[in-house]
């Protein structure tokens, strides 16, 4: 981060001091303004009271879960959340309660990791914005129409509340409707993951959230191809 950057303002969520303690130094190394909480209750009050640029948020909280500080965040103000997850599968049953998180990383992580995935949810809300603001023409693939500009999404005239990471997702899938796109490609241009990053949890990522859109638009309208990756076909 330059010094010409305006500061962004990260919200550490992690009852384990020293864990805290870590990310919000490493943070503030990179240039981030950090606020550090240490339960549900508190994380939710700093929230509403810092309104942070990004969330990292641990699962496992006295008071009441990250699930709960995710609801209630979002219910608020969108903002972009990375979950820190103890397990690989804690991420796909996060991704299946569609709390808005964005993100996951799965402890025990590196801080290098957690800078570079901070670093690229805050680049795919820049880009959202600067979309928005353009105003780009309607997507339709079969019964699903896409909003771009107005991040609205309807399938058969009806409207389907999808998280930003979802939407980012179903995007990305029907600006090339029919067309098998990788997992690799999706991490790349959903996630904004840089090529050197491959983590198991990788693939992970990208599955869990398509399980999720699939529960929202119909899971016949996503073919997966094994092996590969997926694919939005035009349904009625
Ligand atoms: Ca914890």
Redesign the pocket.
């Known amino acids: 981060m330059t010094s010409s950057t305006p500061s962004r303002t990260a919200l550490v969520v992690?009852?384990?001091r020293t864990?805290n303690d870590a990310l919000a130094q490493r943070l503030r190394a990179e240039g981030y303004v950090v606020e550090q909480a240490f339960d549900g209750p508190s994380a939710v009050e700093r929230a509403s009271s810092v309104e942070p640029d990004v969330v990292l948020l641990?699962?496992?909280?006295?008071g009441f879960d990250?699930l709960e500080v995710c609801r209630r965040i979002q219910a608020e103000r969108p903002v972009p959340v990375l979950m820190?997850t103890?397990r690989d599968d804690e991420a796909d049953v996060l991704v299946g309660l569609g709390v808005g998180a964005d993100d996951y990383l799965t402890k025990p992580f590196s801080m290098r990791e957690v800078v570079a995935r901070v670093a690229a949810l805050l680049r795919r809300v820049e880009r959202a914005e600067a979309l928005a603001v353009e105003r780009p023409a309607t997507l339709e693939v079969g019964a699903i129409v896409i909003d771009p500009g107005a991040r609205r999404t309807t399938v058969a005239g009806e409207p389907v509340h999808l998280t930003p990471t979802e939407f980012d997702l179903l995007l990305c899938l029907a600006r090339e409707a029919g067309q098998v796109l990788g997992r690799d490609r999706l991490l790349r241009e959903v996630w904004d993951w840089g090529d050197s990053w491959g983590s198991a949890g990788a693939a992970r990522t990208v599955d869990s959230h398509v399980k999720a859109l699939r529960a929202k638009v119909g899971a016949e309208r996503i073919r997966t191809v094994h092996g590969v990756g997926y694919a939005l076909e035009a349904l009625p």
């Open positions: 992690e009852d384990e864990i641990d699962v496992m909280l006295p990250g820190l103890a």
